[in-house]
């Protein structure tokens, strides 16, 4: 079975710092991973996603993930925070013998103080 | 290209009514999810369907959940009676089965409140 762990249910960072969001992964395939933003009263969209091509991804409004094997890790990461970075952000991994089903961690709500 | 769209946004309901849920998939996506979010956690796949069939609904309760998928396109998820625990933002997703890069595609979500 799949699981996905996410430290820290409240982050809160200054504009203008760095973002920094863990996820860790279980899974007994090589795993597809992504990344969703989930602002207020929204459904989920997807920052960005890695499939086993190049271990660093880059996705949406400057945010990016390192995919690390040996720490089963998808940590995400922003170099400079905005104010519009404020929302909820989900790690999710695939299971693609389920028809890519996606199973998610708890989530991680960013504030963004000015 | 419209996205995934659900209706309604909104459901405010007592307890023991009925409640029913739509969803339409974006057009050409064969793959139709159901996820419930309760307050504070991640969503959790309720059922999944790939055309009309429901291939993985381990995780609805058959005892008042239900949904249908009749041509493979829209879908609709009814709960009856609900309960005061099924308070939550119902989210359905799709994605196009031919893919691998697994991508799901989600709408807005339809929030219950039971009272």
């Given at each position: 079975a799949q699981s996905v762990t996410q430290l820290g249910s409240h982050v809160s960072v200054s504009e203008g710092a760095l973002v920094l969001l863990r996820c860790n992964y279980s899974s007994s395939v090589p795993p597809y991973l992504f990344w969703y933003v989930q602002y207020p009263n929204q459904g989920l969209q997807l920052l960005l996603k890695y499939?086993?091509?190049?271990t660093l991804v880059k996705g949406i409004n400057g945010f990016e993930a390192e995919f690390k094997k040996s720490e089963t890790s998808f940590h995400l990461t922003k170099p400079s925070a905005h104010m519009r970075d404020a929302a909820e952000y989900f790690c999710a991994v695939s299971d693609r013998a389920a028809g890519n089903k996606l199973t998610f961690g708890g989530g991680t709500r960013v504030l963004v103080k000015p | 290209e419209a996205g995934v769209v659900q209706s309604p946004r909104y459901k405010i309901i007592e307890k023991k009514q009925p409640v029913a849920f739509w969803c339409n998939p974006i057009s050409g996506h064969n793959t139709l999810y159901w996820y419930r979010q309760n307050l504070g956690q991640g969503p959790e796949l309720l059922i999944r369907y790939e055309n009309e069939e429901a291939?993985?609904?381990?995780?609805?309760?058959?005892d008042r959940f239900s949904a249908e998928r009749l041509k493979g396109v829209d879908s609709t998820l009814k709960i009856q009676?609900?309960?005061?625990?099924?308070?939550a933002v119902y989210l359905c997703a799709s994605s196009f089965s031919?893919?691998?890069?697994g991508e799901l595609f989600f709408g807005e979500g339809s929030r219950l409140t039971v009272l």
């Open positions: 499939t086993s091509a190049a | 291939v993985d609904d381990s995780q609805l309760p058959k009676p609900a309960e005061l625990g099924d308070s031919g893919s691998n890069a």
